[in-house]
């Protein structure tokens, strides 16, 4: 079948040799298919041409020239427009048809790169996150959230430590977090309500103590909190806020630059803590026999968004005991002015 339809039988007149000292010849060139046969005045053959294997001399000049091959002593010259446009056309088409052994592997490897980019892209920094995460020992943790804690206490005012009112918020985290090693400190301003930091570190607003009537609500902000930590490893959100360049920094030498301590301690004082299910508080409000209902009043005065922990409380009023006796809730209301 030939190539092109339309080209089928082109003639045009041109002058060949067949060799570099022979003399040139007029000629007719006749497009055949998937060959140029060359042939004299009186429609005699001298030569065909493989057109896959032809090969332009001049190319975008006139008169065209041609060779039937690299190493080919044959030289064709043509200057109908028709016929040079047709050849090349063939060619083209023809040079398509033919298997291509190399561009299966090309295609390949272009694939693997892709590949490979898009590992580096989106697989590696979660995989490296992950491995630093969990390779990070205890002390190091310690060392970054003694570090945030620093960078926000400059920021946002140190920290409550009156002896008396330590001591009552060192109880009523043993009774809420059922004897947790958790550090829990409270600050003069800075966090909104409560976070957490790597290390075990717990902060909470003082206005949750002070600005309330009964323990029930810095208890449950407390068991909330405890919740996002173990959702979430603390390490693995500043480690998500840090980026890829620190991460492998932790990974390879145990610590992180000042400024990704001080970037995320500022970020931490803003940021919206993580929703949690309410099912979820529900289970761990009876687990810990705590009343959900005081914190949910405390989140939304309202009550509107958090009816579902006021009317499946799991600890009726009538059947909860006090989480801390009268004097210890007055001296843990004092531990800022102490």
Known sequence: MTALTK???????????????????????????????????????????????????????????????????????????????????????????????????????????CLLLALCVFWMPGALRGYTVSVVPEPTRDAIGQRILNRIGRVAGQQCDGRNGQGALDRLKNRVLDGSTTRVIVLSGGVQTATHLPGQITLLNRALIEDYEEPDVVAGFLLAEDMRRQNTDPMKALLEHAGLKATAQLLTTGDLPDSVIDNYAEDLLTAAPAVLSHAALLARFEKAGIRSTPYAYALDLTGETTLELIEADPVPLADATPLLTDANWVRLQGICGE
Do not use: C
């Not at 003639?11 to 042939?39: F, K, N, Y």
């Not at 446009?85 to 048809?97: G, L, T």
């Open 7 to 113: 080209y089928q039988r082109l003639e045009a007149a041109g002058l060949w040799r067949g060799a570099p000292d022979a003399q040139r010849r007029d000629v007719i060139v006749s497009l055949g298919d998937a060959t140029l046969t060359i042939s004299d005045t009186h429609d005699t053959a001298l030569t065909h041409w493989s057109l896959p294997a032809v090969i332009r001399m001049n190319p975008s000049e006139r008169p065209a020239l041609f060779t039937p091959g690299e190493d080919a002593t044959e030289e064709l010259e043509i200057n109908d427009d028709t016929m040079i446009r047709a050849i090349e056309k063939v060619r083209r088409v023809v040079e398509r048809r033919r298997p291509h052994p190399g561009r299966l592997r090309h295609w390949i490897t272009a694939g693997l790169f």
